[in-house]
């Protein structure tokens, strides 16, 4: 009998070992940045690229920046994904941060705005926002740390069902996509009463979940019925539209 069940305990411990082995080799290999992103990881004539240790900084090279955006990625996005994004967001006059997840997961990660609003202590207005997990992640940061952040961006993202931002002054973009198959149009309707009463609800016509970054189909989402380059030029185009009038909102105070 116990040399029975030290098989079984030892059977055991090995599927364990297995299990976390591919669990981590899994979450550690996302899909690949598409050429769109990768091609965004340079420096341009508009804006200043710096790989840092921890972060990509996206700066406007025409303007000292005033307001930035924390952008935390998906579940098992590949950081980079984000990069057309936020170089396009920060060609508007915003710094840019995006910040990379231990094994590309944002809720092993969720604090780490604390330390780019450190860095940056220049800069005088802060969003924090992201995609999907990254969204949701965003969100449980700015609801523990209402004295850091000014904004909340969600692309295709919502609170967790016990983050009530309701009666909070906190100012909220949500931008979601009528093709997601993942944080669906009815998963979006059903956040409403967890976010301000002011909140900013947009709807991007024929977009899906994936199209929020460049890293390829997702399984269970919806198809695209626009380009995604179309899709990432409202992304930018609303959320940047949507920082100029927090800053100003900010510097009003």
């Known amino acids: 009998m116990k040399k029975l069940l030290r098989i079984l305990g030892f059977t055991l411990l090995t599927f364990v070992i297995v299990a976390i082995t591919g669990f981590l080799v899994w979450a550690a290999t996302p899909p690949a940045p598409e050429s769109p992103a ?53 060609a508007e006059g915003f710094l840019v941060v995006v910040v990379p997840m231990p094994l590309n997961f944002a809720f092993l990660g969720a604090n780490r705005a604390a330390d780019v609003i450190s860095t940056f202590a220049e800069i005088e207005t802060w969003a924090i926002g992201g995609h999907s997990l990254g969204g949701a992640m965003a969100a449980e940061f700015a609801y523990d740390n209402p004295n850091l952040v000014d904004g909340l961006v969600l692309w295709a993202s919502y609170p967790a069902q016990n983050t009530d931002f309701s009666t909070s002054q906190l100012d909220v973009l ?80």
């Open 38 to 90: 990768l091609e965004s990881m340079q420096s341009t004539q508009a804006v200043d690229l710096k790989e840092m240790d921890r972060w990509l900084v996206f700066t406007p090279t025409d303007i000292t920046p005033r307001t930035g955006l924390i952008l935390y990625p998906g579940g098992r996005v590949d950081y980079r994904a984000y990069s057309a994004h936020a170089q396009g967001i920060a």
């Open 174 to 253: 949500s931008i979601s996509a009528s093709n997601d198959g993942l944080a669906t149009p009815q998963d979006i309707a059903d956040s409403i009463t967890r976010l301000p009463e002011d909140a900013i609800f947009i709807e991007i016509e024929g977009g899906n979940h994936a199209g929020f970054g460049w890293y390829g189909p997702q399984s269970g989402d919806g198809q695209l019925s626009i380009s995604q380059e179309a899709q990432q030029r409202q992304i930018v185009s609303d959320t940047s539209q949507w920082l100029k009038s927090l800053q100003i909102e900010s510097s009003m105070e």
